[in-house]
């Protein structure tokens, strides 16, 4: 008989359910709490990290996808290394939405660490088709690569934070874009070097972090990912390194920059925080010090693993989605007494300005006729229809308790 990769090993799935039986398939609320400060300023001397040469880019554009609610396109243009100062080709992908008029939205994704992008392009789909544009940076290298050291990993991740901040330099610009309403989305990898964007780069105003954890040190020793694991090893064979604490201070003199210590300068009440509770690949204890470093966003911790996560999806992606849609509401930020964007941007055009996020009510007949159309490609598939904030919900928390069972079968039975 022909052995067939399943996407989920089996293994994960007894794993995943003596988790929901172990936890009583409960998600736990986690509530910003009342008396919280606001974030810290950011220091100089940590801003001027991910600092760059604000010069105009002008990227090579090549339309790859268009379905009934957006075009998805691939630029490409060349920047120098904020820290060799070698130039680089950087590429990224767009999704401009064609749900809703005006300018609208746009969210940052930010990558897993390796694969060829499902996440992102899932999330791409997922945001344009509701009224949201979206984009995410390749990846330069390989960031596990044998080779590279912890000091090899800071100036990977500086470039990225760094690329990112600059591609958004240019799709802020767009006229379809509105720069006041500007998100993230990062998952595992994503959300780790999330949470350092969503510290330096002041036009994000809405961050939802999934799975991400603080101390990349003590991450990268008790992580039981495969590539993760052959790398700690090679690295601690090569620098003749014996447990955690030689390990730990070796990553730590070369990898400085650790979401630990941006955390405490993004506002916590712009992020959305899922916690995984069972979760050995970027370990829960780490994703616990990520969320007490931020200041105990708003959030949900789910009983699974990080692969077993993918029975949340759909739980996930509605929060996420409401979240965005409570802070975007009105053409605002959503942020409290946040301050104004250190970085100018050029006004809209005043007659090009509609009433943005219009209802979504014809999604479902744009989809069915996309997918009648010869030769359309399948899109990933989306939660149920979009609901309004309710009005009663507080700012800045979670949507109301109704979001906990999406009429989409998302959860499992005993959560529906």
């Not at 999806?313 to 605002?332: D, M, T």
Request: charged share 25%.
């Amino acid at each position: 008989m022909q052995n067939v990769r399943a996407t989920v090993p089996f293994r994960a799935i007894l794993a995943a359910a003596a988790a929901l039986v172990a936890g009583g398939c409960s998600i736990d609320r986690l509530q910003l709490p009342a008396d919280y400060p606001g974030p810290k300023p950011l220091p100089r001397e940590l801003a001027a990290r991910f600092e760059y040469e604000r010069a105009p880019i002008d990227p090579e554009i090549e339309t790859i996808e268009e379905t009934a609610t957006y075009e998805r396109f691939r630029g490409a243009y060349r920047a120098p290394c904020p820290v060799t100062n070698e130039e680089r080709r950087v590429v990224f992908e767009m999704w401009r939405s064609k749900v809703g008029e005006g300018p609208r939205p746009c969210i940052v994704v930010v990558p897993i660490l390796a694969g060829r992008y499902p996440e992102c392009r899932h999330l791409g789909a997922l945001f344009s088709a509701n009224g949201m544009h979206a984009f995410f940076v390749h990846r330069e290298e390989d960031m596990l690569a044998p080779e590279n050291r912890p000091s090899d990993l800071e100036t990977i991740v500086r470039r990225a934070v760094v690329n990112v901040r600059r591609t958004l330099d240019w799709v802020a610009a767009r006229p379809e874009v509105d720069p006041a309403r500007i998100g993230l989305c990062g998952i595992s990898m994503g959300a780790i070097g999330g949470a350092i964007v969503a510290a330096v780069e002041p036009r994000i105003r809405r961050s939802v972090l999934i799975m991400g954890g603080g101390d990349l040190a003590g991450i990268v020793w008790r992580s039981r990912e495969r590539p993760v694991l052959c790398w700690k090893r090679a690295l601690a064979r090569r620098l003749d390194l014996e447990g955690e604490e030689e390990f730990a201070a070796a990553f730590r003199a070369g990898f400085v920059s650790d979401p630990l210590l941006f955390a405490p300068h993004v506002d916590a009440r712009t992020v959305l925080q899922f916690i995984a509770r069972y979760d050995d690949r970027v370990p829960t204890e780490n994703q616990w010090r990520l969320w007490e470093a931020l200041g105990r966003p708003s959030g949900f911790s789910i009983p699974c693993g990080h692969y077993t996560a993918i029975f949340w999806v759909g739980f996930a992606e509605e929060q996420a989605l409401a979240f965005y849609r409570e802070g975007f509401a009105g053409g605002g930020g959503g942020v409290p007494g946040r301050p104004a964007l250190a970085t100018p941007v050029p006004p809209a055009d005043p007659a090009a300005r509609a009433a943005p996020g219009a209802p979504l009510r014809a999604r479902d007949r744009q989809r069915a006729a996309a997918a009648r159309r010869p030769g359309a490609r399948r899109q990933p598939a989306l939660i149920g229809a979009p609901r309004e904030p309710a009005s009663s919900a507080a700012p800045h928390e979670p949507a109301p308790d109704a979001a906990l069972r999406p009429a989409a079968p998302a959860l499992p039975p005993g959560q529906r």
